[in-house]
């Protein structure tokens, strides 16, 4: 029902930044909640950003001050500006999309609330 698509990624040293951003079709996009999770090799996928339907926005810990999750309702899009990489942020970074709704701030969190998964764009952070 809901198509997602990320790009963004690449390789970047220590310090820098880079902006991803998710396309999506479907019905009603302005309606959906939308986050972000990344995964590195032998790891579980973790929450870093949240953005709700309404413009509520969450972050990991380990990534506030230094992400920022934004959206653009007219043109379909959530973006991920990401400013001070570190080595740690070394990932596949996934879009998701769940229908919005009134929630809990815990469900942001959960990989499992969501129902739309994009493919994953790669980021290197080098040292």
């Known amino acids: 029902q809901v198509q997602l698509v990320e790009s963004g990624g690449g390789l970047v040293q220590a310090g820098g930044s880079l902006r991803l951003s998710c396309a999506a079709s479907?019905?009603?996009?302005?309606?959906?909640?939308m986050g972000w999770f990344r995964q590195a090799p032998g790891k579980e996928r973790e929450f870093v950003a949240a953005i709700s339907w309404i413009g509520a926005r969450y972050y990991a810990d380990s990534v506030k001050g230094r992400f920022t999750a934004s959206r653009d309702n007219a043109k379909n899009t959530v973006s991920l500006q990401m400013n001070s990489l570190k080595p740690e942020d070394t990932a596949v970074y996934y879009c998701?999309?769940?229908?919005?709704?009134?929630?809990?701030?815990?469900?942001?969190?959960?990989?499992?609330?969501?129902?739309?998964w994009g493919q994953g764009t790669q980021v290197t952070v080098s040292s």
């Open positions: 479907g019905r009603t996009f302005s309606g959906y909640s």
């Open positions: 998701a999309a769940k229908w919005g709704s009134y929630n809990s701030e815990g469900t942001y969190y959960n990989t499992v609330s969501y129902d739309y």
